[in-house]
């Protein structure tokens, strides 16, 4: 399933850029909910990239019909990320901790200045391969990471506007 996501972060490009380059802005997302605490597991810069892998952990609700096809503690995962400073774009891969053969997710981010505010468009495209619940497990991912990008994108306004 294709995504695409668009939204308008109230705080300059230059500072969402750094913060979503930061590692401590991933470990000031335990607030948001559906997720346990980040845990930042790599985070290399190289000029103008900065490599990121921030292990995540699903802790919503799961429907009775994929819980039994999946454990809810084992819903876990890694975002691999590489955010290109001079392009002001993040190409991005979701991995999984268990089950890798259920789930690929991957996209890219771009990221422009909107007056004094930051304008995001995120692409992707996810793929749940459970037969019967794969499509409408594709939109709940898809749901969440919606949810998601805007808990993200208030915690950014908070992060870089006193």
């Known amino acids: 399933m294709r995504f695409d996501l668009e939204q308008v972060i109230g705080a300059p490009l230059a500072g969402v850029l750094e913060a979503i380059a930061d590692p401590d802005f991933y470990r000031a997302q335990a607030t948001i909910a559906d997720l346990g605490r980040p845990q930042v597991l790599e985070h290399t810069r190289r000029g103008d990239q900065v490599v990121l892998r921030v292990r995540y952990a699903y802790s919503g609700e799961v429907s009775p019909a994929l819980g039994k096809i999946v454990a809810a503690e084992k819903l876990t995962w890694v975002v691999q990320s ?10 991005f891969a979701v991995v999984p901790d268990h ?3 259920r789930l690929s997710a991957s996209g890219t981010q771009h990221l ?3 007056g004094h505010a930051t304008r995001r468009v995120v692409e992707g495209a996810v793929q749940v391969h ?8 594709e939109r709940a991912v898809v749901g969440g990471l919606s949810r998601h990008i805007d808990a993200e994108a208030d915690l950014l306004r908070e992060w870089l506007v006193p």
């Open 130 to 137: 459970i037969p019967l619940v794969g499509r409408s497990s």
């Open 99 to 101: 089950y890798p053969d």
């Open 112 to 114: 422009s200045a909107s």
């Open 82 to 91: 590489t955010v290109d400073m001079g392009s002001a774009s993040v190409a």
